[in-house]
């Protein structure tokens, strides 16, 4: 094979390929272990096949990590040998990075023996007339467990994540294993890594190739979060880290050392240099047209060269006048007479003045122009304000600016993009993308996942005699999430009478809920089978289409109510698969799911089938949580 036509590996296929984490492998290239190539712009990692056959004679990778890379063996199996080359291997590695002490999560311990489903709450959905809207989500639940679910309904699927985080100030805004940490707690920072470590690895696998994360955070866990997510997105696909101010003026009592803090941040990953921002439209305030030129509006701009030396300069002379002007321009002599000839070239009245070209407004190729790294200022209050009008009380303070997170979604993708907030709060992400669909036409849709904390509502709900349903319904998920998507969506009076016209739009409300499987290592048949009975709703989102057309012992079938049927049969008997198949068979576009103990092929049987796609199930989802939770 010639060195052209030789393949490149990227870092992460080589980490595979060795069985070790990217981070392994770029801590081995700064103690100069290996050095891949560098090629393009960015000067993206690349490696050969020599380069990795020499990683391993080089002995970096231990004999353990060659045997079992992802198993969970204990010390107490390892030989002498072993343990002194596994401690030689470490002597070398992580001489720089975030290190700290991962933390045991509840939720995570969970789904070891239960794996997460969908429940669908029909009395929560919201229907728009206009079918031809797109469906948004709202999950409620840990969104640990939202984000593995969402790992079979929607990986590779998202374009844009957005997330608002606690930021771990020790004022009661991070909760770990049902636990609010305070500025005591020794192990404050390590639970927070732990916490957030996790679900932006989930959260990765979400988005596309040119997908994009932002991530909002303060001075608590800023310097945390980038070391973090360099090591979780890697270094070369930081895009930036924004900063933009939350209120205009310090107010109160100025502080002791009097400065004070008015701003945050935001985090930028991308998932690959496939990315890029839209920019933001160019404006158009400074160009005129006061000679009524056809081409349009346009202003007067310096046609001087800063650089050339004036051995370079020449003349031009005006057609009309005669007039003749000597200088350096940042043109060409050949192209200055096209400008003066196609009447792009301003000549002033005397010799004094200065030679100037018309600049259209039309002509520029890229109509946007690119963000800068401030973003200025989004008053908090403000927003507190307006969640207030909405929801007709301050049950939510300090939410995220509306058009603060308009701005994201609109300079970032495209009209018809899919956005995601895993760590909701009152729901401003999901109100901007309904927003900016009213504004410019566009199809976004949103997904958004919160658990339904009562925020120490709980004691005083049970004393009034409350039952379980009844409280349920003032968690933040149901009385602020929802309440306030749903008013958006279908119009609201204020506190003062004022009437807000809806902005439209669809719904589907699930639950995330949990089935037992014993061990989601190995899942014996019997729970594949009482899994697979309740996989319907997690279906039927990855699928689109949320009508419930039919459910019974054996099968289950959904619609988007236009030419899609989903079918899903989950018995091991057959007998009423032909039942199903007359159902659905003939129409349009048809997924069939059939359940198997392991993997089957059963599409040759629906091979004369054009419209049928065939997969199946369970498999692919427990195979899915085995990987996320090993």
Known sequence: MTKQTEKKYKIGEVAEILGVHEDTLRNWEREGFVVPERIGKRKDRRYTAEMIGEIRKKGLISDLAKKAPASKKDLNEYTKDELIKELQILKKQKKYGLVWEDHTEEVVERCKTEAPILVAKKDKQIKDKNKNKPTNILIEGDN?????????????????????????????????????????????????????????????????????????IDDNEVAQLKILSDGIFGEENFVDCVVWDKKSSPKGVPPKNMIVNVHEYILIYQKSNKFSFLGEPRKDDDFKNPDSDPRGTWRNTNIKSTIKNKEQSFSITDPKTGNTFTDTWAFSKKELDRLIKEKYIIFPKNKKGQVRKKEFF?????????????WGLYDNQKNTEMVKNILGSSVFLNPKPLNLIKYIIKSSFHKNSVILDFMTGSGTTGHAVLDLN??????????????????????????????????????????????????????YTTPKGKKVKGLGGSLEYFKTEFVDVENIEKVSDKKKLEFTYEAGQMIALKEDAFKEVVKNKFYQIFTDEKDKFVGIYFRENLDKLAEMEKKILDKKDVKLYLFSYGVNDFKKDYAEYKNVTVKDIPEPILKIYKRLNN
């Open 144 to 216: 640990y467990h939202a984000l593995q679910v969402l790992n079979y309904t929607h990986k590779g699927k998202i374009d844009v994540i957005y997330i608002d985080p606690p930021y771990n100030t020790g004022n009661k805004d991070f909760i770990y294993n049902d636990h609010y940490v305070d500025k005591e707690d020794n192990f404050r920072h390590s639970k927070w890594l732990s916490f957030m470590e996790k679900r932006l690895v989930f959260a990765k696998k979400l988005l596309k190739k040119d997908g994009v994360i932002f991530v909002s």
């Open 362 to 374: 039309n002509e520029f190729k890229n109509q946007n122009i690119p963000l800068k790294s401030s």
């Open 438 to 491: 009213k504004e410019d036409g566009g199809n976004r849709k949103f997904i958004l996942c919160t658990n339904n904390e009562l925020n120490g509502l709980e004691k005083e709900l049970r004393e009034k005699g409350m039952s379980e349903e009844e409280i349920e319904e003032h968690g933040i998920c149901r009385r602020i999430t929802h309440k306030r998507i749903e008013k958006v969506m279908k119009g």
